[in-house]
């Protein structure tokens, strides 16, 4: 059995295009992302087991980030 996609989603940031990808095959699921800049790919897998915890951590980031001083 081959990678099945069942869902998938392109973010693009600038000059860099990023791909979610959630997939399946015989050991379960799991989110594929794949940052694409100039044609050089990089890629984590997150297995589905850990989705909400990395949901959380960037949330964090997120509310961070907006809520952060502007540098003097």
């Known amino acids: 059995m081959l990678d099945d996609v ?3 989603e392109k973010v693009v940031v600038e000059r860099k295009q990023f791909f979610f990808d959630l997939k399946e095959n015989e050991r379960g699921r799991f ?4 940052e694409d800049v100039g044609g050089r790919r990089d890629m984590i897998v997150v297995p589905a087991t850990g989705l909400e915890d990395f949901a959380v951590a960037l949330d964090a980031i997120i509310e ?3 809520n952060e001083q502007p540098s003097a």
Do not use: A
């Open 64 to 66: 961070f980030v907006e």
């Open 31 to 34: 989110l594929r992302i794949t």
């Open 6 to 8: 069942l869902k998938s």
